[in-house]
C-alpha cells in the first residue's frame, strides 16, 4: 500500500511518502520517488501505479514551467492545484469514456 501525506500550517508545509514501488505482495523498488519539484515552492505527492504517476507528475510539472517560461511569473499554488485537478478529470473522463466504449 502506497501512501503519501501533506499537512499544511501556518507558514509551512510538510510533504511526505513512502519509497517503495509494489506489485500485490512484492516489493519492485525500495526507492522509489513520489514527491515530485513543480517550481521554487511548490512539490507534488503523488501515490499510484509508477507509469501513470510518473508520467503525469512531469507532464505537471513541464506545463507549470512552460507557464512561467511564456508569461515570466510563475503560477501561484491555487493556479497550480486548478491546474492539476483539471487535467486529472480530462485523463479521468478519457478513461471512463474508452472503458464505456469497450463494454457496449
Not at 513543480?38 to 512552460?66: C, W
Request: proline content about 2%; glycine content about 8%; hydrophobic content about 45%.
Amino acid at each position: 500500500m502506497e501512501c503519501v501525506f501533506g499537512l499544511v500550517g501556518d507558514g509551512f508545509a510538510i510533504i511526505a511518502s513512502d519509497t517503495s514501488a509494489v506489485h500485490s505482495i512484492l516489493v519492485h523498488k525500495s526507492n522509489e520517488d513520489k514527491v515530485m519539484i513543480l517550481d521554487s515552492h511548490k512539490l507534488m505527492g503523488a501515490s499510484g501505479e509508477p507509469g501513470d504517476r510518473v508520467h503525469f507528475t512531469e507532464y505537471i510539472q513541464k506545463n507549470v514551467a512552460l507557464y512561467q517560461f511564456r508569461n515570466g511569473i510563475p503560477l501561484t499554488t491555487a493556479a497550480a492545484a486548478n491546474f492539476t485537478l483539471g487535467e486529472l478529470a480530462t485523463a479521468l473522463r478519457k478513461v471512463s469514456l474508452s472503458v464505456s466504449l469497450f463494454v457496449e
